[in-house]
């Protein structure tokens, strides 16, 4: 059987990876592959919109057991809500002050008097006791507790109305300080924050994307592409997220990490493909020829790295934590539509396009951009580097690990609402205050009791010694508050501290180790569990601290396998990965600095709480290893094509790295920008995430790619790419072996006159 004639790359037909079938496919029939996914991406909006409200998160351990007890009774709770009475003047104290004793008074008879939009008001003008639990110990400040009742919509109804007897009750008293903070009140306070920051994020993020890419590409057609895909994918991708939240729990944070992800994923892909595709035609080729080295070279490496992300996202299911599996889901949709979209799509709007990609050029910027050439200052680095690979690898490896030594100081916490967001907000103000005059007032502990006759009076005797015990105690608080929802007890005792510092962890350890085995010591058919922010986050954390080393080991070993499997070169995998480790830890470290040390608390406008987000360490771990396939698969198929065709290492590192950085750059700076929009969102949470990512994506765009990199291929020399003979050329079946071989212009003529 005579052999199949060569094509520009030098691969049989027959042989053509399956992304260029796709992508062939695709770019024959255009329409249908544009109108295919625009349907998609309808019908995935028209099924999120569809698919209702979703599965509620639960904390892990304890507190989810004891969480789920109070769902399954299906009635509906009441908000506990807190009005904080203070004077203006410091030395005024409410036992002889007439004024500070009228305002309770006014603003306890206009709560009772709200017909039914405040229960079980109680005042420090009650009783002795009431004045005892209700007024702070250094005397300035009295508070006023209330309920209101659910369910949700209706408790926001009646909650508003509350807030306008306030207001009338405040505007008679002039000179008293009224503070409103609850549960309510925070809760709406922090999602008000949380929906204000995505739509910044999502107003931010499309314009300076845009704007990148215009200057990457000196075309405005060109620049607009990517951008159209990725919002579509993201648009798809949060309507799919919806139907899979009726199943799997995913938070308000998954929103807009699936925007971060995809945003920053999306144009990347698309990126690679388009550069490769400009660089092709700029090269010589017809656009069909373009597109379709485009699709078997940048749509491999595409699918290559979107794998890579998926799978190492796949690790966080193994924490069996609410928050973490709802990030994975959400990840893993959007990243798998972009690559869905760039492989598709993207070659038929290619397709369609033609050479008008480059349609409405920016002046004097589009014609110097259209043409493809190596970096300059990269080459030159990269050159510097292999001759010296000892001294500026070293300098570089020095550089980094002097970066990461703070990370060792590393304490893993969780703001409380009152630390997540700044104290300009009214409702966070109020909560503060309240925090210091009556520790654990925001954030209580709940004891949950459940069990035949808890709300019959058999839980009596252990509420009482609980009361006992909460009055006796430095650590834990007063006013203790009881409510049966359903068949179930619910009873609320304030914690000192800040609820997520150690004095916090303190008191819950008491309640729980000391405070209730003693209460219900001889109570037979009773159970109970304690939940509450301070006991979500403790138990979250005793997870983390089991599971984490599960997820990093999977995550490193799918990273090594799927490296090793793109470029069967295991030298090659393992330096990879040991070199994305020293980049993570370098971030780590910038992110103890800026935010547990508060180097950043002034020009990012935070308050530090000492500490690093607990969940935000595994997740940048997790997805990092995902995204920085992005720079490896293309840096190391340009090094490793040059060395199957016989160049020797030197030379295949400086101009693998040469060819390959205008691609890795523009990539790497759409992904910073994208990050960093998220360090000037409100939440530290966002705070911390995007400067954590566009850290950790910045030292591995320069420090690693550039220099260490380069540095370790070139002392590792020919054993880098294992036994295989250069003259073999290169196989089939890696990323790099489906470059064509940029060759002369009379070669690659006499190529295209034999195809």
């Given at each position: 059987m005579p052999p199949h004639p060569p094509t520009e790359a030098g691969v049989p037909p027959a042989r053509a990876p399956l992304t260029e079938r796709i992508a062939g496919w695709s770019a024959r029939n255009a329409k249908k592959s544009i109108a295919g996914w625009l349907l998609l991406v309808v019908l995935s909006v028209l099924a999120g919109s569809a698919a209702g409200s979703g599965a509620k998160t639960s904390d892990a351990g304890e507190s989810g057991r004891a969480q789920r007890v109070i769902r399954e009774e299906r009635t509906v709770a009441s908000y506990s809500e807190n009005i904080l009475v203070e004077a203006e003047r410091r030395d005024s104290r409410f036992a002889d002050d007439p004024r500070l004793q009228a305002a309770v008074k006014d603003v306890t008879e206009a709560l009772r008097g709200s017909?039914?939009?405040?229960?079980?008001?109680?005042?420090?003008?009650?009783?002795?006791?009431?004045?005892?639990?209700?007024?702070?110990?250094?005397?300035?400040?009295?508070?006023?507790?209330f309920e209101i009742p659910g369910p949700g919509p209706k408790a926001d109804t009646?909650?508003?109305?509350?807030?306008?007897?306030?207001?009338?009750?405040?505007?008679?008293?002039?000179?008293?300080?009224?503070?409103?903070?609850?549960?309510?009140?925070?809760?709406?306070?922090?999602?008000?924050?949380?929906?204000?920051?995505?739509?910044?994020?999502?107003?931010?993020?499309?314009?300076?994307?845009?704007?990148?890419?215009?200057?990457?590409?000196?075309?405005?057609?060109?620049?607009?592409?990517?951008?159209?895909?990725?919002?579509?994918?993201?648009?798809?991708?949060?309507?799919?997220?919806?139907?899979?939240?009726?199943?799997?729990?995913?938070?308000?944070t998954v929103s807009s990490v699936v925007l971060l992800v995809g945003?920053?994923?999306?144009?990347?892909?698309?990126?690679?493909?388009?550069?490769?595709?400009?660089e092709e035609r700029a090269a010589g080729r017809t656009p069909a020829e373009a597109l379709r080295i485009s699709a078997r070279t940048s749509g491999h490496a595409v699918v290559v790295s979107g794998l890579t992300v998926m799978l190492s996202m796949a690790g966080l299911f193994l924490t069996g934590v609410d928050v973490f599996n709802g990030m994975a889901v959400g990840t893993i949709i959007v990243v798998g539509l972009a690559v869905l979209g760039s492989v598709t799509v993207l070659p038929a709007t290619l397709a369609l396009l033609g050479r008008r990609v480059d349609a409405l050029r920016v002046p004097f910027l589009g014609r110097r951009r259209t043409t493809a050439t190596k970096s300059t200052l990269w080459t030159a680095t990269a050159a510097a580097v292999v001759r010296k690979p000892l001294l500026l690898g070293g300098a570089a490896l020095l550089a980094l690990g002097a970066?990461?030594?703070?990370?060792?100081?590393?304490?893993?916490?969780?703001?409380g609402r009152l630390d997540s967001l700044p104290r300009s907000i009214p409702e966070v103000d109020a909560g503060i205050r309240l925090q210091e005059a009556f520790p654990g007032g925001p954030d209580p502990a709940?004891?949950?009791?459940?069990?035949?006759?808890?709300?019959?009076?058999?839980?009596?005797?252990?509420?009482?010694?609980?009361?006992?015990?909460?009055?006796?105690?430095?650590?834990?608080?007063?006013?203790?508050?009881?409510?049966?929802?359903?068949?179930?007890?619910?009873?609320?005792?304030?914690?000192?501290?800040?609820?997520?510092?150690?004095?916090?962890?303190?008191?819950?350890?008491?309640?729980r180790e000391e405070v209730l085995p003693r209460a219900f010591e001889g109570t037979e058919g009773l159970d109970y569990g304690v939940t509450g922010r301070t006991?979500?986050?403790?138990?979250?954390?005793?997870?983390?601290?089991?599971?984490?080393?599960?997820?990093?080991?999977?995550?490193?070993?799918?990273?090594?396998?799927?490296?090793?499997?793109?470029?069967?070169?295991?030298?090659?995998?393992?330096?990879?990965?040991?070199?994305?480790?020293?980049?993570?830890?370098?971030?780590?470290?910038?992110?103890?600095?800026?935010?547990?040390?508060?180097?950043?608390?002034g020009?990012?406008?935070?308050?530090?709480?000492?500490?690093?987000?607990?969940?935000?360490?595994?997740?940048?771990?997790?997805?990092?290893?995902?995204?920085?396939?992005?720079?490896?698969?293309?840096?190391?198929?340009?090094?490793?094509?040059?060395?199957l065709r016989g160049e020797n290492s030197k030379d295949a590192v400086v101009?693998?790295?040469?060819?390959?950085?205008?691609?890795?750059?523009?990539?790497?700076?759409?992904?910073?920008?994208?990050?960093?929009?998220?360090?000037?969102?409100?939440?530290?949470?966002?705070?911390?995430?995007?400067?954590?990512?566009?850290?950790?994506?910045?030292?591995?765009a320069t420090i690693v790619r550039g220099i260490l990199l380069p540095a370790v291929l070139t002392l590792l020399g020919d054993r880098a790419w294992g036994r295989r003979r250069p003259d073999e050329g290169p196989s089939a079946d890696g990323p790099a072996a489906q470059e064509p071989v940029e060759e002369p212009e009379t070669a690659r003529t006499s190529t295209l006159l034999r195809t």
């Amino acid at each position: 059987m005579p052999p199949h004639p060569p094509t520009e790359a030098g691969v049989p037909p027959a042989r053509a990876p399956l992304t260029e079938r796709i992508a062939g496919w695709s770019a024959r029939n255009a329409k249908k592959s544009i109108a295919g996914w625009l349907l998609l991406v309808v019908l995935s909006v028209l099924a999120g919109s569809a698919a209702g409200s979703g599965a509620k998160t639960s904390d892990a351990g304890e507190s989810g057991r004891a969480q789920r007890v109070i769902r399954e009774e299906r009635t509906v709770a009441s908000y506990s809500e807190n009005i904080l009475v203070e004077a203006e003047r410091r030395d005024s104290r409410f036992a002889d002050d007439p004024r500070l004793q009228a305002a309770v008074k006014d603003v306890t008879e206009a709560l009772r008097g709200s017909d039914g939009a405040a229960e079980k008001v109680l005042s420090p003008l009650d009783s002795p006791q009431a004045a005892a639990e209700l007024v702070s110990e250094d005397g300035r400040s009295a508070l006023v507790t209330f309920e209101i009742p659910g369910p949700g919509p209706k408790a926001d109804t009646r909650f508003a109305a509350v807030e306008k007897s306030v207001a009338e009750v405040r505007k008679a008293h002039a000179d008293v300080r009224f503070a409103l903070a609850g549960d309510l009140s925070l809760t709406a306070a922090v999602d008000q924050a949380a929906d204000e920051d995505l739509a910044q994020a999502e107003a931010l993020s499309l314009p300076v994307t845009l704007v990148i890419l215009l200057v990457v590409f000196g075309a405005l057609v060109a620049a607009a592409v990517p951008v159209l895909l990725a919002a579509t994918a993201v648009l798809a991708a949060t309507g799919l997220l919806a139907v899979a939240g009726t199943v799997v729990p995913a938070n308000s944070t998954v929103s807009s990490v699936v925007l971060l992800v995809g945003m920053a994923v999306g144009v990347d892909y698309s990126l690679f493909y388009l550069r490769r595709d400009r660089e092709e035609r700029a090269a010589g080729r017809t656009p069909a020829e373009a597109l379709r080295i485009s699709a078997r070279t940048s749509g491999h490496a595409v699918v290559v790295s979107g794998l890579t992300v998926m799978l190492s996202m796949a690790g966080l299911f193994l924490t069996g934590v609410d928050v973490f599996n709802g990030m994975a889901v959400g990840t893993i949709i959007v990243v798998g539509l972009a690559v869905l979209g760039s492989v598709t799509v993207l070659p038929a709007t290619l397709a369609l396009l033609g050479r008008r990609v480059d349609a409405l050029r920016v002046p004097f910027l589009g014609r110097r951009r259209t043409t493809a050439t190596k970096s300059t200052l990269w080459t030159a680095t990269a050159a510097a580097v292999v001759r010296k690979p000892l001294l500026l690898g070293g300098a570089a490896l020095l550089a980094l690990g002097a970066l990461a030594v703070p990370a060792l100081d590393m304490k893993l916490s969780e703001p409380g609402r009152l630390d997540s967001l700044p104290r300009s907000i009214p409702e966070v103000d109020a909560g503060i205050r309240l925090q210091e005059a009556f520790p654990g007032g925001p954030d209580p502990a709940q004891i949950v009791i459940w069990g035949q006759g808890a709300t019959d009076g058999k839980a009596d005797a252990a509420v009482a010694a609980v009361r006992e015990a909460a009055a006796g105690s430095k650590l834990l608080g007063e006013p203790v508050t009881v409510q049966a929802v359903g068949d179930v007890l619910s009873v609320k005792v304030p914690l000192a501290g800040k609820g997520t510092d150690a004095t916090s962890v303190e008191a819950l350890t008491e309640l729980r180790e000391e405070v209730l085995p003693r209460a219900f010591e001889g109570t037979e058919g009773l159970d109970y569990g304690v939940t509450g922010r301070t006991a979500g986050l403790h138990d979250f954390a005793e997870v983390l601290d089991e599971r984490s080393v599960w997820v990093i080991g999977f995550v490193l070993a799918i990273s090594l396998v799927l490296l090793v499997a793109a470029f069967r070169a295991p030298l090659v995998a393992l330096a990879s990965v040991l070199l994305n480790l020293l980049s993570i830890g370098a971030a780590y470290g910038v992110i103890v600095l800026a935010f547990q040390y508060g180097g950043l608390a002034g020009p990012l406008g935070f308050t530090s709480f000492g500490g690093v987000v607990n969940w935000l360490p595994l997740f940048m771990f997790v997805i990092l290893f995902g995204l920085s396939m992005d720079y490896h698969v293309f840096i190391l198929s340009r090094i490793r094509e040059r060395r199957l065709r016989g160049e020797n290492s030197k030379d295949a590192v400086v101009q693998g790295v040469g060819a390959s950085a205008g691609v890795v750059t523009s990539a790497a700076v759409i992904m910073i920008a994208v990050f960093a929009l998220f360090a000037t969102l409100s939440g530290i949470e966002y705070k911390m995430l995007g400067v954590g990512m566009a850290t950790a994506i910045l030292l591995d765009a320069t420090i690693v790619r550039g220099i260490l990199l380069p540095a370790v291929l070139t002392l590792l020399g020919d054993r880098a790419w294992g036994r295989r003979r250069p003259d073999e050329g290169p196989s089939a079946d890696g990323p790099a072996a489906q470059e064509p071989v940029e060759e002369p212009e009379t070669a690659r003529t006499s190529t295209l006159l034999r195809t």
